[in-house]
């Protein structure tokens, strides 16, 4: 008998319902560890199925193809134990989010989670019950207790399964990136190590899955406190962490530590994971997108480049008497710089035909939003006309600040299978530019210096009918984010009636959210599922 | 003191987060129950916020003024008792919903929920936390038991209450509609009538909230399971339920028994309704819609009329080159049996304009799906800029049956800010066509009896590319309403690789539905937020 214990982090990116996928994915990772000479391999939440499956838990087929996945890695795991999640549904038909311990062709032992999260994106109670006891299994004389990502979350499954007489804990995630959450888990992480005592390793998934993304990140904490081990962010990883069983206590050996991204390099790997795997899981050949000489729509290509590649990217720009020649001749250079495909076309004819279509209509009145809109309808018919024929899809590039106060044309600038900026506040926007051209100069100076326009009228300026983007976008953030009141808003140095306008302008756009495509959930709380607002409301604060 | 008590079930139509107009609505019926001369009111669940407030129930400013309104109506009931519903945050932070007794001036007693229903539409546990007591308040000599809405779908509550003494139970709903949620609700109460001996007053709530309608339909059965008081469908209305006090007993009185209606009828209500109250909440002037000479085009518009009248809806007809002259025969005569507005825009000069720059694109292979959508996203973008010139809303056009498959053009006749047949299928909005029709004849008949088609190339029939609609809609019914495998549908008797084409169709356009304006849920499972799929998804059965 050795006195160490190798145990792999096995940080993977199923895909969501894929069950035959997902299980021979597990099945390689098994052999991989097996010939890094390891112990044990713990795998995220409900890797048979990926997370989240939503209601494709409520289907029965689901349960028997999850029982023969789980019958087939039990068969594999002869030289080599595995602590794996799935979804399980009893003879009462009642549904538990579950984790095994499987070993020589066994499954040891299993647990049920504990805490089911039924906030932000998470819906968990809506499927699940839960479980009450711990699971603590001894192998290869360590005593390994088993949590599931909530469960960490909270005292009471950590200091249950110490008292059941665990020495390491193991927990299996899937834990959606946003901003702060990588610091958020080391400092619930410290505080379950000092209540315990105990070391715990953080298996977290990889990938993107419609609204979210997964950061991987996967990590083991000391009974010390110490981060011994990290894995990358971002990437799938196979990460060892090493123990030493000694007389009467069990210690994590310090390890390989990958360097951490800093917060803007941060968010721009997780839009461009999200993109990846929106485009890649749904089979897409690659995307195309309008490059508008814009800040938002420069921000998408380079995002989408690097996600996909040059080859598989698209760009076209669709001029307009508005389109200022300096907006042509950067989206140009951008195309170029990238070496993506690019085109240019003019969209007077179709404009001119509905003009006269519409005659009638359009002499009601001065020209106002019906004719801004028009412009941005007609470029995403041309989207979709491309994408039909070719089959990329089209990229939205709307940001957060756009998405929040309506200022995008539904069906127009809003057309496209995702939206990678969604959740990303226009002031990011531009940080995210700057950090991308201090790689390498992609992004054309211009575009990130010039005022903001959306250029669907005669010198217009973003700024001639919405606040400055600091100030919309501390708004925002305050409304949305942190449910602040209006009156609270303007204490923090906001006009009252500025406040209120853009409040009012949130809860009004609520109907044109509602039919925007899903995009990468980057902050705190995104539109989406994370932010379950009616339509028809008569609230008032 | 008298022998009787004469209670009044408001079934009224608040508006979500308007407390003040709620607050308003509430004490204006307690008025008119006073002039009745009641004794007490029952209203609604969550009275004072509407039903579902969904994610407002996150923000502490709406408690504050649940607080002031609840006090007005404490401040109201000198003469008169009521017990109403609101949701409810303690200093700890935790929600709870909740009903008062008042009275005299006074805030006699209140209840928490103790059945939280978070399935099909329902996110109530992501909101608040469950109450464990009884609520029995002895009033004019009667011990009312209260119970809210999920509470009286099981057992315990109502057994508690009975234990607890009462002799009346009282249940405050926001039941939203299904086709067979009334006998459903009839088939329940009667096992809570038969466990507890109790008679029971069920109150629900009326109109339409985004994706829901309320039906009213509030009844109060007796000790002896007979529906003594039976409140209309789909109106609001203040029903008298009298009881005597007997020497050791409480008798329900028989009283007014609307008449309720068939089936088809039902639907065809909650549909007005769905439109009515989204256009009329939401403060539009009224609608306007692509009219094709197809039958779902033409029930959409019996339904805006019927729910909005004439003078408030307007039609287009927008015909191509493959629309069929009775097609166009056949809009022109509902639009002027229903006397509204109408006009035709040939799309022809669109077309042709995007036909020429895209010349590039479209000469890639035979003219496909790209050329249909195209004529379809004109037709959106028309309507669209109509919309934007007068105000009133596109009424988009899909029935389930396209939407469930995805026979229908994404940013084209999905256009729209709301989509009454959304969950009608197609065999449904037959059924409804001639059920409209036996009241007056407002859709021409060669509607109803010709085969349907698109219209979007020459000679085209939606059988040519779909299964016909019996079957279809059975596919779909068994598939997403009962979540059958796909064995099972063929074992009802269909060919497997229709079964597996269809299912393939349903799965695949989820990414459509996530940008699908709301529509009225008629069916036990809708689209929308009672069914979560992911877009992203690999499962198969």
Excluded at 190 to 207: D, F, K
Excluded at 242 to 249: A, P
Excluded at 446 to 471: F, N, W
Aim: net charge negative; aromatic share 8%; with cysteine.
């Amino acid at each position: 008998m050795t006195d160490t214990v190798k145990l792999i982090m096995a940080q993977i990116n199923p895909k969501v319902g894929d069950i035959q996928g997902n299980v021979d994915l597990i099945l390689e990772t098994l052999e991989q560890a097996k010939q890094k000479e390891a112990e044990l391999v713990v795998f995220p939440e409900m890797t048979i199925t990926g997370y989240p499956p939503e209601d494709l838990l409520l289907r029965d087929g689901l349960y028997s193809q999850v029982e023969a996945a789980l019958l087939k890695i039990v068969n594999a795991s002869q030289d080599i134990a595995c602590v794996i999640g799935y979804p399980m549904m009893d003879e009462l038909g009642e549904r538990f989010n579950m984790a095994a311990f499987i070993a020589d062709g066994e499954l040891l032992a299993s647990y049920v989670k504990q805490n089911l999260p039924n906030y932000s994106v998470f819906d968990e109670q809506r499927y699940f019950n839960s479980g009450k006891q711990d699971c603590v299994v001894n192998y290869k004389g360590i005593k390994f207790g088993i949590l599931i990502c909530e469960d960490i979350w909270k005292i009471s499954p950590a200091a249950q399964a110490k008292q059941a007489g665990a020495e390491v804990l193991l927990t299996l995630n899937a834990s959606p990136f946003s901003q702060e959450k990588h610091q958020d888990r080391l400092d619930t992480l410290a505080h379950r190590v000092n209540e315990t005592g105990l070391p715990i390793v953080y298996v977290n998934q990889v990938g993107g899955q419609d609204e979210l993304v997964f950061d991987g990140g996967s990590f083991a904490v000391s009974a010390d406190n110490d981060v011994c081990v990290q894995a990358p962010e971002f990437v799938e990883n196979l990460c060892e962490v090493n123990f030493i069983k000694q007389q009467d206590s069990v210690v994590m050996v310090p390890g390989e530590k990958a360097e951490l991204f800093a917060e803007e390099a941060r968010i721009y790997q997780a839009l461009i994971t999200g993109v990846r795997d929106y485009v890649g899981k749904n089979g897409f050949p690659g995307v195309l997108l309008g490059l508008s000489g814009g800040i938002d729509s420069a921000l998408t290509l380079a995002v989408a480049v690097d996600a996909l590649g040059a080859e598989n990217v698209e760009a076209v720009m669709m001029p307009f008497r508005y389109t200022a020649q300096i907006s042509q001749d950067d989206a140009a250079e951008q195309a170029n710089i990238m070496g993506v495909n690019y085109q240019s076309i003019p969209i007077e004819p179709m404009y001119q035909a509905f003009e006269m279509s519409l005659q009638a209509t359009l002499a009601v009145g001065e020209p106002d939003i019906t004719e801004e809109n028009l412009q941005a309808r007609i470029r995403g018919t041309l989207l979709m006309a491309m994408s039909n024929k070719n089959g990329k899809m089209v990229l939205a590039t709307s940001n957060k600040s756009e998405v929040a106060v309506g200022y995008s044309t539904l069906y127009g600038d809003m057309v496209g299978g995702f939206s990678p900026l969604k959740d990303v506040p226009k002031t990011m926007v531009y940080q995210l530019a700057k950090y991308r051209n201090s790689i390498s100069q992609v992004i054309p100076e211009r575009v990130i210096t010039r005022p903001p326009s959306a250029e669907l009228r005669p010198d217009q300026k973003d700024q001639d009918s919405l606040p400055d983007y600091d100030s919309l976008d501390a708004m925002i953030k305050a409304y949305v984010k942190q449910d602040m009141s209006p009156q609270q808003i303007v204490e923090m140095g906001y006009e009252e009636s500025e406040v209120r306008r853009v409040i009012r302008l949130i809860d009004r756009s609520e109907y044109k959210r509602r039919q925007s495509a899903p995009g990468v959930k980057i902050t705190h709380r995104a539109f989406g599922r994370d932010r379950r607002y009616p339509i028809t409301s008569g609230y008032k604060e």
